[in-house]
């Protein structure tokens, strides 16, 4: 399995508009930073995790050529707003596979009301082909899917273990039941915000507990703000099985 951070930045992204922040004025590729996302492959298969407002330059950037589906996380803008930019698979492919949780889904209905318009929808609007999560784990070609609920605040997120792999963003805390769907995975992948505490994110510090609890081989953080500082530094400050994920960066599991 191949997966492919396409963005690694919190919501408004790094560099952040009008900003003089130094992280903001880096020169470093790493530190710029796309809304969070990634592209994962295996079998034949191709799938996102997330469809922020940068996806159709993250498509672009990693010449993806077709998508069998996007998981979404919640319906937070910068994880669901780049949805319409799916009309080029849609037209070389048909209707797009979303897979959500019902609420997530009632926030699209509404965010994207002309998209499920049954009568006289305007020509050129995607279709997509909605699948409703629950709890239970799924199959995919031969890879099963977890979701896992952790909590960003007080809102319920879907993180997802796609067999040896697990994606977490914004969480805040888990309860200890759903911490257990995400032991003996090999790499995990979990937001960090910046070093200083957040009401609905892990900070460093807590990112860095977090994994220690599931024992990974390996972890990637993301979903990082400028705040974090550069990309450079606070690499070298990680454990040795730890790492920033950057823009771009492609694992194999
Ligand atoms: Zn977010």
Known sequence: MEITFLGTGTSQGIPIIGSDHPVCLSNDPKDKRLRVSILVEWENYT?????????????LANKVEKID???LTHEHNDHIIGLDDVRPFYFKQGD?????????????????????????????????????????????????VVPVNVWHHKLQ???????????????????????????GVKVLTVNALRKE???SHFNLEEALDFIRKINPERAYLTHIS???????????????????????LKITI
């Not at 889904?105 to 049954?118: G, Q, S």
């Open 47 to 59: 799938y996102v995790v997330d469809c922020g407002p940068d996806f159709r330059q993250q498509m």
């Open 69 to 71: 589906g996007i998981l």
């Open 96 to 144: 797009i596979s979303v897979y959500a949780h019902p609420r997530v889904i009632k926030a699209l209905k509404k965010r994207f009301d002309y998209v499920f318009e049954t009568v006289n929808k305007y020509p050129g609007t995607p279709t997509l082909a909605i699948v409703e999560l629950n709890d239970n784990p799924f199959q995919i070609g031969n890879l099963e």
């Open 157 to 183: 997120v879907y993180a997802f273990r796609l067999g040896d792999f697990a994606y977490v963003t914004d969480a805040k805390t888990i309860d200890e039941e759903e911490l257990e769907k995400l032991k």
């Open 197 to 199: 505490p957040h009401l």
């Open 226 to 248: 400028h705040l974090m500082g550069f990309h450079e530094e606070v690499e070298k400050e990680l454990p040795e099985n730890v790492f920033l994920a950057y823009d771009n």
